[in-house]
């Protein structure tokens, strides 16, 4: 397991785009669209099953924009949006919305500690690799890897994609492997625990 990780990692920061390519200025028009969703400044979706942008990392913000619009990850509510887009148009979305602040939310208090655990030691039980080692301990990622921050996150958006992860439903990418990997590990009650802790980490 911690071999897979390692190997993903390192071959997947070795072939990533160079982070800090976009041009936020230039993104920022071409992100006007997304706020009808993700709201202003990526920072506020409409729903919570919709993800925050915003400071999410630019090098996993670029990679999944390139997923979308090429539809390897298929996302209905996506359909067209990023059509005729070119990749620097991409790279300079995914630029301006990793500028933006991402708002920490709160936490239920009853699933706190459960996450916890999880979220900094795994589970040795049945495998399941702590995620502070991907993503840091206070959930802001690792940006040349291409892990996306976690700290702020809607629970129900995290809760959602790993169970797609889980399931099978999310495949595509460079770092899905270690990600269905480990969701195939987690039960229903420690994936709500996780995502849960996530939204109010700081």
């Known amino acids: 397991m911690r071999k897979l990780i390692a190997g993903v990692v390192l071959g997947f920061s070795l072939t990533a785009s160079a982070f800090g390519a976009g041009d936020p200025e230039a993104g920022k028009a071409s992100a006007a669209v997304c706020a009808g969703c993700h709201g202003q400044n990526g920072a506020a979706p409409v729903m919570p099953v919709y993800p925050k942008l915003s400071g999410l990392g630019e090098t996993y913000l670029h990679n999944?924009?390139?997923?979308?619009?090429?539809?390897?990850?298929?996302?209905?509510?996506?359909?067209?949006?990023?059509?005729?887009?070119?990749?620097?148009?991409?790279?300079?979305?995914?630029a301006y919305f990793d500028q933006q602040a991402m708002p920490i939310g709160k936490a239920d208090a009853a699933l706190v500690e459960r996450g916890r655990q999880l979220y900094r030691g795994g589970n040795l039980a049945s495998g399941v690799a702590a995620c502070?080692?991907?993503?840091?301990?206070?959930?802001?990622?690792?940006?040349?890897?291409?892990?996306?921050?976690?700290?702020?996150?809607?629970?129900?958006?995290v809760e959602k994609q790993l169970l797609a992860y889980r399931e099978g439903e999310r495949s595509s990418g460079g770092q899905s492997a270690i990600m269905m990997d480990i969701a195939s590990r987690l039960?229903?009650?420690?994936?709500?625990?996780?995502?849960?802790?996530?939204?109010?980490?700081?």
């Open 64 to 94: 999944q924009l390139g997923l979308i619009q090429s539809g390897a990850r298929k996302i209905p509510e996506m359909t067209g949006i990023l059509t005729g887009k070119s990749d620097q148009d991409l790279q300079d979305m995914a």
């Open 187 to 202: 039960t229903g009650a420690e994936i709500k625990a996780v995502a849960n802790y996530v939204s109010g980490l700081h």
């Open 132 to 157: 502070a080692g991907c993503h840091s301990p206070n959930g802001s990622g690792n940006e040349p890897a291409g892990f996306p921050r976690l700290s702020g996150q809607h629970a129900e958006y």
